[in-house]
């Protein structure tokens, strides 16, 4: 998470959608940032409305003087990356390691919610806002980082470079047809997110 009132923005960190990369980019030109705990760099947007609004606006930062942003990856794309991350050999022998199962093993045990291996939580609980408050200013879509970029570097008045961090192991993408349906119906909170997107 970036957090820049005073350049009118608050960038909440959303897990394998290269948030680790922009946080490096544009953590120079930031007020505060959260890193090291993964609690706290991947705040979610209710909670950073249930603690770190009151805190901005004690300090003089009302909600009305910053856009709180973040990014959103095609769904079933933004689950591979979390197989593709658990799979790592580095994680063998943890309870998180996923690298004995395929993607379809995985997904299944995503929709079902029994394994720790596939426990990595749901995009559209990231962006919710607590009820009766306001909604996040803008969803950047993942494959659409460019404008994201952009519209940081107008906040704060200079260009910036984004390289790339973390990143898995590379693997083939493969559902059958009946799992890909079962995970699109599943997943479509997310899509319904996705599809409103900035850069769709």
């Given amino acids: 998470m970036l957090i820049a009132p005073v350049r009118g923005f608050v960038f909440l960190a959303m897990p394998k959608t290269a948030s680790t990369s922009i946080e490096r980019a544009f953590m120079p030109f930031t007020n505060g940032m959260f890193k090291s705990n993964p609690a706290l760099k991947h705040t979610r947007y209710a909670d ?7 805190f901005l606006e004690s300090k003089g930062f009302p909600r009305d003087s910053y856009e709180v942003v973040c990014v ?3 769904p079933i794309d933004w689950l591979f990356s979390w197989y593709r991350y658990r799979t790592r050999e580095e994680l063998k022998g943890h309870r998180n390691y996923a690298g ?13 919610g029994k394994e720790p291996f596939a ?11 607590c009820p009766g408050q306001r909604e996040m200013d803008k969803v950047f879509r993942y494959e659409r980082l460019d404008l994201l970029v952009e519209y940081l570097c107008e906040k704060i008045g200079r260009e910036v470079k984004v390289g ?3 990143v898995s192991p590379k693997r083939d993408l493969q559902l059958s047809e009946r799992c890909k349906r ?8 997310e899509y ?6 900035i850069g769709a």
């Fill in 164 to 166: 790339l961090s973390n």
């Fill in 48 to 54: 950073f409305q249930r603690f770190l609004q009151p």
């Fill in 192 to 197: 319904r997110i996705y599809e409103q997107a």
């Fill in 119 to 129: 426990r990595v939580g749901r995009p559209s609980q990231f962006v919710r806002s």
């Fill in 100 to 112: 004995h199962v395929s993607f379809e093993e995985f997904a299944v045990a995503y929709m079902e």
């Fill in 72 to 74: 959103f990856r095609e």
């Fill in 182 to 189: 079962e995970l699109r119906a599943f997943l479509e909170p």
